[in-house]
């Protein structure tokens, strides 16, 4: 045997081995890309509140309370009453509830401050609708109150 071909087998061997390593990381580092993309895929075919863990009463609140009560429940000075700690929320939903149904107005008083205005009546809202936007205030803004159920506000609405 020549040097030559000495040399020559030498480099395919050793040449080999360097491409299979690499090969495995190469391997490796699809799959783990892959298995990332395929946890992806799964969440986007997951309904959005599922993923994101919306409180289905966010969207209510934002489409009929923001306005008046602000995204973070802070109201508006002299005008829209708090819906944080100390404020209405922690009462019986009995009276949430009648709030939502008749609105509210003639002077009230939340956490030492007067207010003077007017809310409408939501009574268009359906049970379920007033069921998750009044669980979502009593668990949002700091609060820390049970949820109200739909049961609840159908009995209320109906009178019985
Ligand atoms: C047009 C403005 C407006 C909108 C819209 C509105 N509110 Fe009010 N809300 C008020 C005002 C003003 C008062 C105080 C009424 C008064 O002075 O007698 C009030 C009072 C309240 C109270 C009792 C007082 C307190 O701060 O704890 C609660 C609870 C409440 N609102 C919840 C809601 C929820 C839930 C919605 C959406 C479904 C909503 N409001 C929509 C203006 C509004």
Redesign the pocket.
């Known amino acids: 045997m020549n040097n030559n071909f000495k040399w020559l087998v030498f480099s395919v061997l050793f040449g080999g081995v360097i491409i299979s390593c690499q090969n495995n990381t190469e391997s490796r580092k699809v799959e783990a890309v892959s298995s990332e993309q395929l946890a992806n895929e799964i969440n986007k075919s997951l309904p959005a509140s599922s993923t994101e863990k919306e409180h289905p009463g966010k969207a ?2 934002n489409k ?2 923001l ?3 602000q995204a973070d429940g802070s ?1 508006v000075p002299d ?5 944080g700690p100390g ?3 922690g009462k019986e939903p009995q009276e ?1 509830i009648a ?2 149904m008749k609105g ?5 008083e ?1 956490n030492g401050k007067i ?6 009546s ?1 009574a268009q ?1 359906t049970d379920d609708e ?1 069921a998750d ?2 669980s979502y ?1 009593r668990t949002s803004f700091g609060n820390n109150f049970d949820p109200v159920t739909t049961e609840i506000v159908r009995k209320i609405r109906s009178g019985r």
């Open positions: 209510v609140y009929y309370c306005t008046c009560h109201g005008m829209h009453p708090p819906l404020s209405w929320v949430l709030i939502m509210l107005s003639g002077q009230i939340v207010y003077k205005n007017f809310m409408p939501h809202l007033i936007v009044l205030i």
